[in-house]
Structures are given as C-alpha cells and as structure tokens.
C-alpha cells in the first residue's frame, strides 16, 4: 500500500490522464513496465530454451533457474543499471542475471537490444487488439439491439442536415453499425497479419546465431521457428533490418484511427439528436449538467468519445513520419516517438470503445418528439402523394401543382415569418379544390409509408451481416460498462 507520502509525490507530477483517468486496467497494464520486462525475461527463456533443444551447451538447471525468475524483478536495481550504463536492455539483462547467477553466461546469447524491444512490442501489440475486439463487438451488439427495437420507428432523415426523407431510427443506427463492422473486420486483419521479428540479429541476417551454430544454416532457421512459435505466433517477418518495419506500425494505427474516425461520426450525430431532443446518451439521477445552468444535460460521454477520437485519429501521423525516416537498417530517433505513440493508441481506443459502449446501454429515444418533428415537415414531403391521389380521383396534374404550391408557400411563411406550426394540411382540407381526397388524408400522411424498406433492410442486415460478425466474442457479450468518471 502506498504511503501517504508517497501519494503526494505521485499527485505532484503529471500523470497521462489516459491512465490515471480513463482508460481499463487491462489495456494500462498491456502497456505496462511490468508486462514488458516480465515479457523480456520470458523472450530470453524462449531463446536459452531453443537454443539448448539445438544442441548448444544450456543446461536444464540454466532453464529452470530462468523460469523461477520471470517475475521476480528487482525494478529499483534495473533502474539504477540503467542510470548507470545507458542501456535499458542491458540494465535488465544484468538485473536478470543477478537473480540467475547459473544462467548469468547464457541470457541473452546471441541477441540485439530488438530481440526483446521489437519482439516485446509486437505481442504486446496483437494482445491490445485482442482486449479492443471484444469491446468493439459488444459496441456492435448493444447498437444491434437498438437497431432492432426501434426498426420500425420513422424520423426525419437529413442531408446537409436539412431535412430529407424520412428514414428511421433504426435504420439510422444501422449506419453506425456498418461503419463499425468495417472497423471489426480492419482490426482481425491487423492483429491478424501481425508476424513476430523473431530472431535476426544485430542488422537482420543473424550473423551471431549462424557463428553459434558454426555455418549451420537449418539449425538458424529452426531457432527463428521455436522462438516464433513459443511467442504465440504463426509466422515471423522474413526479412527484418535490426527491428521488423516501421510500416507495420502505420497499418496498426491506421485502423485504430479509422475506427475513431467511425466513433467520432456517431458520437457527434448523437449529440446532434440531443439538440434535438431526440435521442439522449444516459444520464445518472444525480448527475449535473452545467454548473451554472441546472437544466442542462449536456452529452458529456458524446463529447469525451469526440475528444478522444480527434486525438486518436492524429496518432498515425507519427508512425507515417518515423517509418520514412528509419535510415537503412535502422536509427533510434524512432524508439522515443513509438513509447508514446503506441500506447496512446491503443489506450485511447479502449477508452473511447468504452465510453461508447456505456452510451449504447443506455440510449434514450423520445418518440413524441420525433413524431412532432416528423409532423412540421411531413406536409411538404406528402405534396407529390396528395398530386398523384388528386390525378387518380381525375383531377388535372398541373391545376393541382399550382394549388398545392401556392398553399405550400403560405404555409411555409407562417412557420418561418410567424414561428407557427405547419398547417398545409389544414390549408388543404379548407379547400374544397381537395375534397375528393380529403378522406384519404390521413393514410396519405402516415409517416411509415415514407420509410420505405428501412424496416427491411435493418431486419436483413442484421440477420444477414451483423450477428454472424459477432459469433466469435459471444461468450465476452454480458459484460457492463460503469464508467468511473
């Protein structure tokens, strides 16, 4: 337990609000200095235990001295190596060995610093994609239930968000839901096509492993496939300098950056539908809005995701910059940019996914709003409908275009000169010009006769596209998400 001293000193230095505020225990410690250095040590026990099944001079008390010590990590003495020699691989290689005195000659044999930098970051990497895809798809599945339960719920569709034809709040929802099984879909290619550096070397033709096994040739190409395989993974890159391409970094930030982008959409068309009064994100019983208006309920969990996103999204920048830069084989000004860069991807894709999650939960849809809304436009938009049902009863299409236009202008200047609600059809039953069709006013005005297969589609795509996409996370589905902050 820490101190209270040592409470206060922690308050009196800058903590990343990513992790100190936001983001889930598991992606913080995914990032953590324990996981990468328990990582490290586990790396050198996949290397000394290849090594030895090939024939070099390891023994069995070696191994199982390493193996007793993976996660006994004396941090302070790694530290102080570290101040010491410059070099945190060889800090805690020392570190490693002070604790395993018998297998002090045999860690790290053969090795480069990348060894265990590029090896560590690239599990740790394929494990962040694996805490965010069962995150995303319960995301997906929370939306999917939205989009089922108000399928058939009509509401004013907009373009240039001026109103357009109706559409409805399912159907709607479905667009954010395409968007983010795209998003599902990129991050399984990713973490996917992810391979392990493995074992390369100082520049990536593993001189110092062919000189361990004098010339052999099969026996190299046998290590890199141990280790490759105690790792957790299928393939190694074959061809690496002294780390596996910086490009690989692009395609893994890319797709978390399109997936904010995804988030960042739906995000601002739900705050967009509170200014509406529309749908709300949740908000708690006790939760204030705005300290100075008391009536307010601002969609903060909307603005986070929005927030978060934006700075997502301008995290790929870094690795575009940093692979084009990496000079031949390689040069360090990289490894300063990727401790930030990386992490902070991934952190705040776990935030965001979230957050969102917690907003999906809880959406908040006012139908009597909708439909009021629907009403102050579904007049213009039945004018064709009330033409073609004037031409059916006989009447002349054009005499009727100009009664229905002159009556649409007066109608249109009481709601924007005089603030009024749209009373054309008032106007339109007033005329006895109408009065063959005047029963036939209100089914030509029900509003779901102007969603046309939005139901449909909603039912379809999610039978069809969205259900089977989440098969693989079913188990992980029941999980809440209560935000702390």
């Known amino acids: 337990m820490a101190t209270p001293a040592a409470e206060e000193d922690a308050l009196a230095r800058y903590r990343s609000p990513l992790v100190s505020r936001y983001a889930s225990a598991e992606m913080g410690f995914n990032f953590s200095e324990r996981k990468k250095f328990g990582t490290w040590r586990r790396l050198w026990l996949y290397l000394a235990q290849a090594e030895k099944s090939l024939g070099l001079p390891i023994t069995d008390e070696q191994i199982q001295e390493m193996e007793a010590n993976l996660d006994n990590i004396d941090f302070k003495m790694a530290a102080e190596e570290e101040k010491k020699l410059r070099h945190d691989v060889m800090a805690h290689v020392h570190t490693f060995a002070h604790c395993c005195p018998k297998a002090a000659a045999i860690i790290h044999l053969g090795a480069t610093s990348c060894y265990v930098g590029d090896n560590t970051d690239l599990i740790v990497l394929r494990d962040g994609f694996n805490l965010l895809l069962p995150k995303l798809a319960r995301v997906i599945s929370r939306l999917a239930d939205f989009a089922e339960k108000y399928a058939d719920l009509p509401t004013l569709g907009f373009t240039h968000y001026q109103p357009a034809q109706l559409t409805t709040v399912g159907k709607r929802c479905c667009l954010w839901i395409q968007d983010l099984c795209m998003d599902l879909q990129n991050l399984e290619r990713a973490r996917d096509d992810l391979r392990f550096r493995g074992v390369k070397g100082t520049t990536g033709t593993q001189a110092s492993f062919l000189q361990l096994f004098e010339g052999d040739h099969s026996k190299v190409e046998e290590l890199d496939r141990l280790v490759t395989a105690k790792a957790g993974f299928k393939r190694a890159y074959m061809v690496t300098g002294q780390t596996y391409s910086r490009k690989v970094d692009i395609e893994v930030l890319s797709v978390l950056a399109s997936m904010g982008a995804s988030v960042h959409k739906i995000c601002t068309d739900i705050r967009l539908l509170a200014n509406l009064k529309e749908i709300e994100e949740p908000f708690e019983k006790e939760q204030i809005g705005s300290s100075a208006m008391p009536y307010k309920r601002n969609p903060m969990r909307s603005e986070r995701c929005c927030s978060l996103a934006r700075h997502l999204m301008t995290l790929v920048l870094d690795p575009l910059q940093t692979a084009s830069v990496q000079w031949f084989e390689r040069t360090l000004d990289d490894s300063a940019n990727r401790r930030v860069c990386l992490a902070e ?133 029941g999980v809440k998400i209560e935000l702390a902050l």
């Open 345 to 477: 991807a991934f952190l705040t894709a776990d935030i965001i996914l979230s957050t969102l999650q917690n907003i999906s939960e809880g959406l908040v849809v006012y139908p009597k709003v909708i439909e009021r809304r629907i009403q102050q436009e579904l007049p213009f938009m039945a004018t064709e409908n009330i033409i073609m049902a004037m031409v059916k009863a006989g009447g002349n299409r054009q005499d009727c275009h100009e009664k229905i236009r002159v009556l649409s202008q007066q109608a249109a200047a009481v709601v924007k000169q005089e603030g009024g609600d749209n009373d054309l059809i008032a106007r339109v039953r007033a005329d006895p010009y109408f009065s063959p069709i005047h029963k036939q006013l209100e089914s030509l005005l029900d509003p779901s006769s102007f969603t046309g297969r939005a139901p449909q589609q909603v039912a379809k795509f999610l039978k069809e596209e969205v259900r089977p996409a989440l098969v693989p996370y079913q188990s992980k589905m």
